[in-house]
């Protein structure tokens, strides 16, 4: 059974930092991109991040890009978002996704049931 | 990249079928077949129900399926039935470095 389960959150000053971690397990993670997805209260989804299976491709979303690294560990099946200066329109639940890529796209076919980070404005 | 455009709400009786709509340009949505669909309960995290515009994971009811016709891609459930009521999200690969765009999100409500 694939599991992913994400720590890390909580409340942090703005322009502060915070370290997510997304814990992987039934599956070999080493051969899967990586996601990290948020979600503010009552709002939509918004895609943050991707890293290659190596960590040698990482994309962000605009509105974190300097601020937000992803990275990975895959001998310990490990999935990291560093997220520095954090900004009140941070605050959401962060979700860690496997990302599966048929013939023809790639999107996140397991999710984690996510983790809350707050920065109050 | 602008969120794809979805409907606020849909809603439907038991039995009944309804199509969520999403909108964007030739560079998301309408661009070849990058659009996946999902399911989402409240407090609970999205479960993917259509990758590739028209396809089903293991395990999703045939119920849900999936078009796209130019740059509007949709989802159709048919038979409608209680545990439908969720909020239903596309989201698409836009090829470029900012790799995927969501839409704003749909909420079903079975009537």
Redesign the interface.
Known sequence: EVLLVESGGGLVQPGGSLRLSCGASGFTFSTYWM?W?RQAAGK????VA?IKQDGSEK????SVKGRFTISRDNAKNSLFLQMNSLRAEDTAVY?CARV?C?S???????????TLVVAPS | QSALTQPASVSGSPGQSITISCTGTSSDAGGYNYVSWYQQYPGKAPKLVIFDVSNRPSGVSNRFSGSKSGNTASLTISGLQAEDEADYYCNSYTGSNTLYVFGTGTKVTVL
């Open positions: 996601s997805v939509g989804l918004q895609w991707n994309y962000y979303v605009d979700y599966r048929s023809t796209s790639c999107f996140g076919d397991y999710w984690g049931q996510g």
